[in-house]
């Protein structure tokens, strides 16, 4: 935990040098925020530690966030607690590179989902060891629609496809590649969403928003846990860097 303080306060003190405000709010606002979800979540309570692999050929946010969906369980109506770990583009002036089409973290993110499965039904894998590919899908749905796009007001139809292009297995984990198509992050500011606390405030003028893009996911699911699974994930572009991904 010193450790972790000590980062933030170099990361503080650059951030003052530079003079980028939005930078600053942002750090300063996910710091109590990823504190408080993690205290209220099932990790905490069950003291699940997570080790996420770093992703070092683009540039990310510097903190890797916590988020408690509390809601997720009535999204599939199943008692399923879900935790999401991510983290997305750096930022760049005011706002972050996931907003910025012309950067290599466009609409990129990476983290890791933490399920606790608290039914008599199956979820993730089956009893068998099965992998139950719809609650994956689900999980990247919720994600992105619920907790991205629509905080940031994008409140029309969303549909987001998913196709496995690739997959492998072994006795620890289940590795998935998949071609996916949903709406792009770039839009116009019109008034202030709770999300471009953490992401910085987009420019006032886009010419196209939310635009369709085809981006790539891989998803590593490790096996040999009873209720709680962990997935590890990362959204991009750039299909060399999703596959390169790895540990």
């Given amino acids: 935990m010193k450790k972790y303080f000590i ?79 991510y983290t997305f583009g750096s930022f760049k002036n005011k706002y972050s590179n996931i907003f910025r089409e012309s950067s290599p973290t466009y609409s990129s993110f990476y983290g890791a989902y933490i399920t606790r499965n608290n039914s008599k039904e199956d979820f993730i ?17 919720y994600d992105y629609i619920y907790l991205v796009l629509k905080p940031l007001g994008y409140n029309e139809v969303i549909n987001v496809d998913f196709e496995i292009i690739d997959k492998k297995e072994n006795s620890q984990r289940i590795i998935l590649i998949a071609e996916i198509r949903m709406k792009g992050l770039a839009h116009s500011y019109k008034n202030f969403k709770s999300n471009y606390l953490q992401y910085g405030t987009p420019d006032k003028y886009i010419d196209e928003e939310y635009n369709p893009i085809k981006t790539y996911g891989k998803f590593i699911i490790e096996k040999g846990k009873k209720d709680i699974n962990i997935i590890y994930y990362i959204i991009n572009k750039d299909l060399s860097i999703v596959k390169g991904w790895n540990f």
């Fill in 7 to 85: 980062k933030i306060t170099i990361m503080l003190l650059i951030s003052l040098v530079v003079l980028n405000i939005y930078f600053i709010r942002s750090i300063l606002v996910m710091i109590p925020y990823n504190m408080i979800n993690l205290r209220n979540s099932f990790i905490h309570e069950e003291n699940i530690e997570v080790d996420i692999p770093k992703e070092e050929k683009l540039e990310w946010y510097p903190v890797m966030n916590t988020f408690n969906a509390k809601h997720f369980s009535k999204f599939i109506n199943k008692d399923v607690d879900l935790v999401v770990y």
């Fill in 125 to 141: 894998l089956s009893n068998s060891g099965e992998l139950i590919l719809k609650d994956i899908k689900d999980i990247l749905i």
